[in-house]
């Protein structure tokens, strides 16, 4: 481990200054957002609406899960996995002192990980958070980001306007009998939330037919279209919806689910009628293809009244 | 339709019959077992089991599902699922009063159904079935049966033997990590069940890893594998434990789940330390060679204590 990581410590920041930046608005949004990018266009969405409403952005794209050609339509600076140390010197030269963690990032192996200086003085939190589920892993990350000093926000609190809004979403509509296995597809995930897992779940004709767990809505949603061709689930085309959503109890900054065209392609092939969505707690990425691929698919996307909302 | 499967509708035995017939105690078994036999190795292991002890027993083997090669060890008659009118005629004919449903099946396709004048009668029911999940499926099947004058009983309640005992079976152990896991994935089935689905689950580290659904548990095992092999799945070798249970509160008379020798197979090219099931409510197909299997891939098979038996 070498000495330049740490020039500025994590604890360089006091926790008098540390008061100051939680209670700081996001509606007055005078430093740069630092944004911690994993892999998809999500990270991109995010930046170019929060750019939209005035504000600056850095990003921080994450060494082999980032679009490296992505990055180069803003500042940025590259950091590997588990570089805290760095990204603090860096979005700290930047001015950022809220970060955004947003994107694909498919858990990395201890291998994968750059320790540093910054990163090893709170190894023993990130090893706790290793063990756990997805949650602890995710949450662990962005506990470590605040003993730094940063403060995490949610891609939902900076640009509202990249989730999925209340309502259809496109011209197609559920049906009443689709309404019904869109409520037992939320109850369902609401029952495993507890358990760390399950954020999407496919459900035709009260019938459920696959729940994701580590493999991912992709290959969920690949698993009903291969069942479908072996004869193994037999349903008309055009029945059962996916449904997603963000984790009970869970801190939405961490890990908001996501649908974009390509979710749309895929439902499609699995032969669904539609997708039902948290709304104001689901990422569209590229909603203006997501919503032509959902029309001509002639699939519904929906977003349902978030149950956690305050009131 | 035609007249010959109708000689013997199902209202030929009036309720003072039934009734008769259902207070009718498993001990004296003084009638043949009617087997009506899916696919796989079970239904043969469950007639042998029965023979063993004293009770004579005819096979139903279900057309395109059964083995047709290894009914010949038995009396037999085929019928096609959806034939409960020839069924009941042949049972009757054969004496028999106790039914065993046992074997795969997976759900049928309406066109693969042969109805008969028997099935019509109940189609309604049948139709209902269809709907929901698997349990409305074969419990409704199960009340078909009933209705014609048949008592449907428990392999589990015929041949107890053919069940995962309490405790290890084979020469390894779980250690303490690995019960946690398993606890926590037992939790996972229990909260789930209202929902008619999810029999197994995979867990590591207290992640979970798979849960399944219509895909089936051979399917789910493979996935893992699948995922380690594609690094989207990070663990070490010999780590996480398949755990199957039946449905809380379900009938288990219809749809007990099952290991064999193919289960420490798939388990193991998935890389877990062990298999976890409820004793007295998991059906072991091909002990002997199963328990050789585990043992020589290094996999623990236990069998947990059943938290709806009646004490």
Known sequence: M?????????????????????????????????????????????????????????????????????????????????????????????GCRDVVLVGGLVRPSITQLRLDWGTLKQLPLIVRSFRGGDDHLLSGVGRVFENSGFRIVGAHEVAPE???????????????????????????????????VGQAAVIAGRRVLAIEAAEGTDAMLDRIAAMREAGRIRLPDGVGVLVKAPKRRQDRRFDLPSIGPDTIARAGRAGLAGIAVIAGATIVAEPQRFIEAADRAGLFVVGRPDPEARA
């Open 2 to 94: 070498t000495a330049p990581d740490a020039i500025v410590p994590s604890d360089a920041v006091g926790d008098a200054t540390r008061d100051a930046l939680s209670s700081a608005s996001i509606d007055t949004p005078t430093t740069p957002l630092g944004i911690v990018c994993g892999s998809g266009t999500i990270p991109f969405a995010v930046a170019d609406a929060v750019r939209r409403r005035g504000r600056q952005v850095v990003l921080f794209p994450l060494r082999g899960w980032a679009d490296a050609a992505a990055v180069d339509a803003y500042p940025y600076h590259w950091i590997a996995v588990g570089q805290v140390g760095r990204f603090a010197r860096l979005a700290n030269q930047e």
């Open 162 to 196: 990249i989730t999925a809004p209340l309502g259809p979403l496109g011209r197609h509509r559920p049906d009443a009998a689709v309404d019904e296995d869109i409520d037992r597809g939320f109850a369902l995930l609401a029952a495993m939330s507890t358990f760390d």
